[in-house]
């Protein structure tokens, strides 16, 4: 965990959880409490698009990787899957550029007065995220309902299923590593009423 926060700046509050476990439906619901919620994945998005940060270095390190001026993720995957070094060289591209967003994001919020964010970020453990921020919520449910969601994607494979587990940390390993765990395989009321707790418990710590 990062160090307790000072006046001039909101409680980090890093929300992670692995693919299926219904991470994005709890960001919301911290959104909803009127939280600012700063979404890695889509500033990975922004990275990728046309006239993004990342396409031009991608373009360099994975030639053939960028189509029509944007990173194409099927093509990136391809190229990734060739270089037994690729996921590293990627990281070393993309994981700067997004922590200028996500330092630009909390920025932003300190300017409103917000006195919490939550920044949502899949591989928070696995990028070393949970040593820059205060406090860490894992997002889980059970394996059989985790597969279920996962494999009911556009898209997705069993192979692929298993490829992206195999590069989180698993479930339980977060948990132990958690302030806070939200359970959504207990349905949204539930998972609601979660976040709720947790939110109202940090509110009486600041």
């Keep these: 965990m990062a160090e307790a926060p000072n006046q001039n700046r909101p409680l980090l509050?890093?929300?992670t959880g692995s693919i299926g476990m219904g991470k994005s439906e709890?960001?919301?619901?911290?959104?909803a409490l009127g939280i600012p919620v700063y979404d890695a994945d889509a500033a990975v998005h922004s990275l990728y698009a046309p006239c993004g940060a990342a396409v031009e270095p991608i373009s360099k390190a994975f030639p053939g990787a960028v189509k029509d001026g944007q990173v194409d993720r099927t093509a990136l995957m391809a190229?990734?899957?060739k270089d037994p070094n690729g996921f590293a060289k990627l990281e070393a591209i993309v994981h700067p550029l997004?922590?200028?967003k996500q330092r630009a994001f909390v920025a932003e919020a300190v300017a409103s007065?917000?006195?919490?964010?939550?920044l949502d970020i899949p591989l928070l453990f696995e990028t070393g995220g949970d040593t820059r921020v205060d406090i860490v919520v894992v997002v889980s449910a059970p394996p059989e309902i985790q597969r279920q969601r996962?494999?009911?994607?556009?898209?997705?494979t069993e192979e692929k299923f298993e490829s992206i587990l195999a590069r989180q940390m698993p479930d339980d390993e977060k948990q132990l590593?958690?302030?806070?765990?939200v359970d959504t395989g207990q349905g949204l009321a539930q998972a609601k009423a979660q976040v709720l707790s947790i939110v109202e418990a940090l509110?009486?710590?600041s």
């Design 13 to 15: 509050i890093g929300l």
């Design 26 to 31: 709890t960001a919301r619901m911290f959104g």
């Design 79 to 81: 190229a990734l899957q």
């Design 98 to 100: 997004a922590a200028q």
């Design 113 to 118: 007065g917000a006195k919490m964010v939550v």
């Design 150 to 156: 996962a494999l009911s994607r556009p898209g997705m």
């Design 177 to 181: 590593l958690a302030d806070y765990v």
């Design 203 to 205: 509110q009486q710590k």
